[in-house]
């Protein structure tokens, strides 16, 4: 049964840096000021009035949630206690940077009901993070993997390829790395230029080149695919679109509301290209949940193929996994896998 997640924005609360990207009132959308023991318990209240059945779980996201002194993060657990220990809720999460965290640190989360640490690790290249002022190595990401997966929680990894001083094959590289690692489940965030930020200063004098929307995508669905082929879920691709988030505050970079879909689409896309014959008057079968992916933003897959071969009809199939498609021509009928049958080379990007 999916799990309901109740948002708690601390937003820069908690985090003594400032990384040349981030402005986390604009990421958050909330502006500084921690949720009360009353709101918390009433937010989650109300959330368990609409979840039916289905577990519910706390998020505390944004900020550093380990940076802010002992006594604001038992002011924000302590009031989920009763609520863990009558069944209302089931876990928390939480988010924080990884030079924030040690055993201890995750064995008293553990104790107040934290059953999933998500880490800022945005690359594990050390020429990278340096450049992007995150003050943290990408030893520290492994040793804080290391002390939540030993404990026995979960452990998120945040990437952000296009980072200052990052390239297609770093990305790679950092998402092999937290691959192995043992992280549970990946956030992808392109880098965007946000307004007021070191970055965009950067990008004005001409001194940082992000990445484009295009080129986005196409790196987010090789790195998307490697997850997938190693079985790591991951849970969202790009920013989420909200009011602290608008058209502008962001100057440049690859961003968009759907991003996650035009990466999928972007899977199968390539995957239709590579064995779509020309002209064969195929139909595309898929899973249902995947139909929007297959036909494309806009019908642009559809619309593509149409160009080169005339039209191909895409139909759902309850039977086909998520990531097969099937191609039926009057000759044949061969089920494909964007995992199995696309293989990128990263200078492709
Ligand atoms: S550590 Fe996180 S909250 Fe702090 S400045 Fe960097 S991105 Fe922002």
Known sequence: MKTVTVPFFISHQGCPHTCVFCDQRAIS??????????EIRSRITLWRSTAGGRPL?????????????EEI????????????ASGMLDAVRISTRPDYLDAARVRWLSHRGVRTIELGVQSMDDGVLAASGRGHTSGDSLRAIRCIKEEGLKAGAQLMPGLPGDSPA??????????????????IYPTVVLRGTALAERYAAGEFVPLSLERGISLCAQLLQ???????????????ADAGLDADAMLAGCWHPALGQLVRSRLYADLIKRVVPFGSGATLYCHPARLSDVIGMGRSTVLALAGSGGDIPVLADAALALEELNVKTEISCVTYSIIKDLNYSIHEV
């Not at 002011?75 to 863990?84: K, M, N, T």
């Not at 490697?226 to 989420?240: D, F, S, T, W």
Request: aromatic letters at 8%; proline letters at 9%; hydrophobic letters at 45%.
């Open 57 to 69: 779980e706390a998020a505390f996201f944004g900020g550093t949630f380990t940076a802010l002194p």
């Open 226 to 240: 490697r997850a997938m082929k190693a079985g790591i879920p991951v849970i969202r691709i790009g920013l989420q």
């Open 170 to 187: 770093l990305s790679l590289y950092s998402l092999e790395q937290v691959i192995s690692s043992g992280a549970d489940f990946l956030r």
């Open 29 to 38: 959308g909330a502006d500084g000021i921690l949720p009360t023991p009353g």
């Open 73 to 84: 993060q038992s002011s924000l657990l302590e009031p989920l206690q009763p609520l863990l």
